[in-house]
């Protein structure tokens, strides 16, 4: 069934109820100190021998989207086991696998590796650590007992906020891009776009999607997720052809989109993802329409739990809008201004897509 209008708002809040309340440590490439959910160095696991840890993709763990909400994951964990955690930041993709091997090193017992770029670091590292468990948060190709896929089916939010884009829009153009083309970037790009496609079958209308062309899997990409420069003026070349709502997808990319917002000379609306940006990031939420999120926290946070009880699989965890791991977030501030009769197309399109009335066409489905 599709959840209410009421439980997708309570979903969206409890998954950044605690974003910011965090102190959150930036260390080097290969550290060789822990540091505990307050940040101390020097601490040791107050666990027996259960030590939790995670590394960063370059986006780092102040991205306030991606990394930070996996970090967050890890720190609801180790608070609900009573244990410390040691957190690696990765600046560059030449980081990822030293990174790896420094928490090894550390004896973390399960590690939790943020992004499909890290997946070839990630399975060499379970080869040779076989007793360690892994968590390859963005893949799900990865074949050994000793790590466990977390993915997303980001498409079935993204389809939704696509539709309502679409209604939103006064220009008949909307936008996306991301910040690399790998499949967990572009299945939030391919959801946006079916979703606004449908609209135009069930409306008749004919809204453009800049940036991004799901037939062709051809867009439009900063090259990192990092860039905020290079994220700025990219937003700026799609605003200038008449979009008035954008989906960046890319972690703290969406900066360079909502500075490029704050200098066009008209209104445009600006798409979070992967949690509800509008709670995540407040000095934006004039110009937040809504999020394609997804409960990061939650299902990290449970799968390192059921590694510290013995309970570790290699069965992949997809979250889906029927387990509640995606949704899309609130209007917030501009529930408003969407047409009246939107939140109830909506409610019936999700059920449809629960129900498999609806699929999502996508080379990129988990």
Same mark, same amino acid.
């Given at each position: 069934?599709?959840?209410?209008? +009421?439980?997708?708002?309570?979903?969206?809040?409890?998954? $950044?109820?605690?974003?910011?309340?965090?102190?959150? =440590?930036?260390?080097?490439?290969? +550290?060789?100190?822990?540091?505990?959910?307050?940040?101390?160095?020097?601490?040791?696991?107050?666990?027996?021998?259960?030590?939790?840890? !995670?590394?960063?993709?370059?986006?780092?763990?102040?991205?306030?989207?991606?990394?930070?909400?996996?970090?967050?994951?890890?720190?609801?964990?180790?608070?609900? $086991?009573?244990?410390?955690? /040691?957190?690696?930041?990765?600046? @560059?993709?030449?980081?990822?696998?030293?990174? /790896?091997?420094? $928490?090894?090193?550390?004896?973390?017992?399960?590690?939790?590796?943020?992004?499909?770029?890290? &997946?070839?670091? =990630?399975?060499? &590292?379970?080869?040779?650590?076989?007793?360690?468990?892994?968590?390859?948060?963005?893949?799900?190709? !990865?074949?050994?007992?000793?790590?466990?896929?977390?993915?997303?089916?980001?498409?079935? &939010?993204?389809?939704?906020?696509?539709?309502?884009?679409?209604?939103?829009?006064?220009?008949?153009?909307?936008? @996306?891009?991301?910040?690399?083309? /790998?499949?967990?970037?572009? $299945?939030?790009?391919?959801?946006?776009?079916?979703?606004?496609?449908?609209?135009?079958?069930?409306?008749?209308?004919?809204?453009q999607v800049i940036g991004w062309n799901p037939d062709t899997?051809?867009?439009?990409?900063?090259?990192?997720?990092?860039? !905020?420069?290079?994220?700025?003026?990219?937003?700026?070349?799609?605003?200038?052809?008449?979009?008035?709502?954008? =989906? +960046?997808?890319?972690?703290?990319?969406?900066?360079?989109?909502?500075?490029?917002?704050?200098?066009?000379?008209?209104?445009?609306?600006?798409?979070?993802?992967?949690?509800?940006?509008?709670?995540?990031?407040?000095?934006?939420?004039?110009?937040?329409? @809504?999020?394609?999120?997804?409960?990061? +926290?939650?299902?990290?946070?449970?799968?390192?739990?059921?590694?510290?009880?013995?309970?570790?699989?290699?069965?992949?965890?997809?979250?889906?809008?029927?387990?509640?791991?995606?949704?899309?977030?609130?209007?917030?501030?501009?529930?408003?201004?969407?047409?009246?009769?939107?939140?109830?197309?909506?409610?019936? !399109?999700?059920?449809? /897509?629960?129900?498999g009335d609806i699929t999502i066409e996508t080379p990129s489905?988990?």
């Open positions: 069934m599709s959840l209410p209008t +009421p439980t997708r708002r309570l979903l969206a809040a409890a998954a $950044l109820a605690t974003a910011g309340a965090l102190a959150f =440590t930036g260390c080097a490439s290969a +550290p060789s100190d822990a540091t505990d959910a307050t940040g101390a160095a020097g601490a040791s696991t107050a666990s027996g021998d259960f030590l939790p840890c !995670i590394v960063s993709d370059e986006g780092g763990f102040d991205d306030q989207s991606f990394n930070q909400l996996g970090l967050e994951g890890v720190t609801m964990a180790a608070d609900a $086991l009573g244990t410390k955690h /040691i957190d690696v930041q990765s600046q @560059t993709e030449s980081d990822y696998a030293p990174n /790896i091997q420094s $928490l090894v090193d550390q004896g973390c017992t399960t590690i939790v590796t943020m992004g499909y770029l890290l &997946a070839a670091a =990630t399975g060499e &590292a379970a080869t040779a650590n076989p007793d360690v468990h892994f968590i390859m948060v963005d893949d799900a190709t !990865i074949s050994a007992d000793n790590v466990k896929g977390v993915v997303w089916d980001t498409s079935q &939010a993204g389809f939704l906020v696509g539709y309502a884009a679409a209604s939103y829009s006064t220009t008949g153009k909307v936008g @996306t891009y991301g910040g690399a083309q /790998i499949p967990p970037v572009t $299945l939030y790009m391919d959801g946006f776009a079916r979703g606004v496609q449908y609209h135009n079958e069930q409306k008749g209308t004919d809204v899997q051809e867009g439009q990409f900063t090259g990192n997720f990092s860039d !905020i420069n290079a994220a700025k003026v990219l937003s700026q070349g799609i605003l200038d052809q008449g979009v008035d709502v954008i =989906t +960046p997808v890319g972690g703290p990319i969406y900066q360079g989109a909502a500075q490029a917002i704050r200098e066009s000379s008209k209104p445009v609306a600006l798409v979070g993802v992967d949690t509800d940006m509008y709670l995540s990031d407040p000095e934006y939420d004039d110009i937040w329409f @809504t999020s394609i999120a997804r409960d990061m +926290p939650k299902s990290i946070s449970e799968v390192i739990q059921a590694s510290a009880s013995g309970e570790f699989d290699n069965e992949t965890y997809v979250g889906t809008l029927e387990n509640g791991g995606v949704l899309m977030s609130p209007f917030h501030d501009f529930e408003s201004k969407v047409a009246p009769e939107l939140q109830g197309e909506l409610d019936d !399109i999700e059920a449809a /897509i629960v129900a489905a988990p």
